[in-house]
Every structure is written in C-alpha cells, then in structure tokens.
C-alpha cells in the first residue's frame, strides 16, 4: 500500500469520526489533496439540525479565494467534481473511478518512452532470405569435408561449383585447399556466407564447405569389373565377401554400414533396387565419405542374384535377431561361425529383417547372442550396429597371404 492511499484512508476515517461526534464549535475548514495537489475533500462548518445535532457536510470548498498565496503556488486550484452522498452519508460509488482517472499518471509519449527503456520488448528476429544461387539441373549438394574432398580426389561424379565459407580475417589452410583443387579441376569456386551453405545443404552440417555435383548411382553387379581374388581357392589364401542390403531405408543406416564395410575390407556391396534408400548426400555424410570411395552395386532381382552365387559354390548367410524365425534354417552364432568358403551376408529392413523369400535362399542364419534376458521390443540391435559385429566376427578370420 503507498503512502497516497494512507492518507485516503486517514482522510476519510477523521470526516467519518467528525460527523459521529458533532460539536458546537466552528470548526476549520481542513483541506484534502490528492497526490497531484487537487484538492480532494474539505470539512465545513456544521450546520444546525431540526434536532439541535450538527451534521458536517462534505464537498468541495467553494471558497478557494480563501486559500493563502503559498497554498496557491503550489496548488492547482481547479475545480474537482463534488461528493455526493446518500441519505446516510455514504459517498456515491461513481467518486472513486473519477478519482482513479483524474489521479492516473500520465501517458504521454515521453513516459511511454521511459518505460520501453526500461522494459524493452522482446526484439523479433529478421528472418534474412540467403542470396539465391543458380544451380545445374538435376544436380545435388554434396556437404562435409570428407564427402567433398574424397569426391574431389575420385573424381566419380561430373561438378559444377563449388561453394566455401567466406570469413572475416584469412581464409583456413583446409579452405585453400579446397579451393586450389577446385582450380586445378577447372571448378568455378564461389566465397559464400554461413546462411548460404545452410540454404544448400537444407541444414546439415556442411563445416563450411558444399560441392555442387551430379548425382552417384549404383552400378548392375554383373556390370562390374571381376575381383582379382574372384575364384579363388582357400587353399590358395584368398576369401571373398559380399555384403547384400534388402531394403534398409533410413539413409543414417546406409551411411553407417557402408562406412563399417569399407573399413573392414568387405569385397562388394550390392543393394536391392526396389524399396532401398538411394546414394544421397546424406547417406554420403553418414559414411563419412565411404560412398565415394567403394562401388556400391545394385540389382532389380534379389532372387536370381542368391541363386547365381549359391550355384557358383557360395555360401548365403541370413542374419536374425533373439527370437527364433519360424523356418528350418539352421543358426548358428557369429561367434562359433568359421569362413571357409566365399560368403554372401544378407541384411534386411530396419523394421521386418530379411523378407521369406529371401530368408528362404540362406544356407544359414547368424546371430548375435544377447549378454542377458532382453524384453519385449529390444530383442535385437540396429541395422548399422549388427553390421558393424557381424562382418568384425567374419572379416577378422581372414587368411594372411603368405
């Protein structure tokens, strides 16, 4: 409560007592001001009764002329709207919200002004709109160092531009390296702000550094050239793997296998055509640049691919999870597992695994055998994960030449 009301309240109490106690005395007229120096209430003189009692009325003085010189430099003698009571003497409800209003502080354009200065708004951000840059039709934006330096060293894809983070002082030794194999290649090399790459790459993480390219596409697995080891004999000191995808749609898992088959020295890759997330500049992200290095085949028929290599002596190798498929096929854990012969590893949908049809194909079914009692929903592990320790548990066993 501020000092203004206590003396409302303090006001109002003494009128309320001077007319419960009347005397017969003249009283001085006392004034009440309100915090803008308008005077509020006053106290007459009271005047007499029927009964003899004196009854003070309140209102406002009608005399201001009455008030000293220094009452009237520091007063605003202007006339205020009277009290009205009832009957009883109760003040009408109308005084206090014409109290209210003529007692406000005021709102000009100066205070407004303080108050912002105070307690500034919130400022809403400029969305800025990148600078538009022309693209080749039908081309895509590789982003990431690796990705774009790997590329760059294969020279696999056709490129159009290339787009590097402008920076206030000098340009980083990675920067001017990109750049100058840009120049060797002929590669237009354009210094563009962070906003830019951001727009290119629709968000990823590009560390300063997109390549404008066309796009990669698996080649037919009869298409490629044979492998030097291709046919083979153990006893000669030579194995073969072939890793087969069917269906693995999220292009994070694709990156993470491709990168994991690169690194442990599978042979070939060949992916199922239908239903099979595409070599995007994502999936080439996630591989930290595998994709540009290893040649990724495909094939439209799955069916007549297993069947070829099983009548070329291969082995066909199905992977499953903890719980147990309803079919005849053979498991056998990744552990107890021996590479003797060449061997094709399937791997299925992140959701659905392998489909019947091709489960049907595999010779055997490898697992990864759980290290405690696992419930309901998380008997198995991610597609990228399981690839990771099957081909560890497989490619380990590789023959030295001697």
Not at 200 to 220: D, F, N, R, S, Y
Not at 310 to 318: F, K, P, R, T, V
Not at 378 to 398: D, M, P, T, W
Request: net charge positive.
């Amino acid at each position: 409560m501020g000092p203004l009301q206590y003396v409302r309240l303090a006001s109002w109490d003494a009128l309320r007592l001077s007319s419960a106690f009347p005397h017969n005395r003249p009283s001085r007229t006392v004034r009440c001001f309100s915090g803008w120096g308008k005077p509020l209430l006053v106290a007459r003189k009271p005047r007499s009764r029927g009964d003899g009692r004196g009854v003070t009325s309140l209102q406002e003085d009608p005399r201001p002329q009455e008030a000293t010189q220094e009452e009237e430099s520091h007063l605003d003698l202007k006339s205020h709207p009277v009290l009205k009571t009832d009957a009883d003497g109760t003040p009408v409800k109308k005084f206090w919200p014409q109290f209210r209003k003529q007692n406000a502080p005021p709102s000009n354009e100066e205070f407004v002004n303080l108050r912002n200065d105070d307690f500034p708004r919130k400022k809403r951000r400029i969305q800025q709109i990148p600078l538009s840059v022309e693209r080749t039709e039908g081309s895509e934006i590789l982003f990431g160092f690796a990705p774009c330096s790997l590329a760059l060293q294969r020279s696999k894809r056709n490129f159009f531009q290339l787009f590097l983070k402008v920076s206030k002082g000098d340009a980083s030794p990675a920067m001017m390296d990109f750049s100058q194999q840009a120049q060797d290649r002929g590669i237009p090399t354009k210094w563009v702000n962070r906003k830019v790459l951001n727009a290119l790459c629709k968000g990823g993480v590009h560390q300063g550094v997109c390549l404008e390219a066309t796009p990669l596409q698996p080649v037919g697995w009869q298409e490629g050239p044979p492998l030097q080891s291709e046919g083979a004999t153990v006893s000669e000191g030579s194995q073969l793997l072939w890793l087969v995808l069917e269906r693995i749609l999220d292009p994070m898992n694709l990156g993470a296998i491709l990168r994991s088959a690169h690194f442990l020295g599978v042979d070939r890759i060949v992916m199922s055509q239908k239903n099979s997330c595409p070599l995007t500049p994502v999936v080439s992200k996630a591989s930290s640049g595998a994709m540009e290095v290893l040649d990724v085949f495909a094939t439209d028929d799955l069916q007549s691919f297993l069947k070829t290599k099983s009548d070329q002596g291969w082995e066909i190798l199905g992977t499953v999870g903890a719980k147990r498929p309803p079919d005849d096929i053979p498991i056998v854990s990744c552990l107890d597992f021996r590479w003797t012969s060449p061997t094709v590893l399937m791997l299925g949908n992140e959701g659905s695994g392998l489909s019947p049809e091709i489960r049907s194909l595999c010779h055997r079914m490898l697992t990864i055998p759980p290290g405690r009692e696992l419930e309901a929903g998380i008997e198995c592990l991610n597609v990228s994960v399981a690839a990771g320790i099957l081909l560890h548990s497989i490619c380990r066993q590789k023959m030295k030449a001697p």
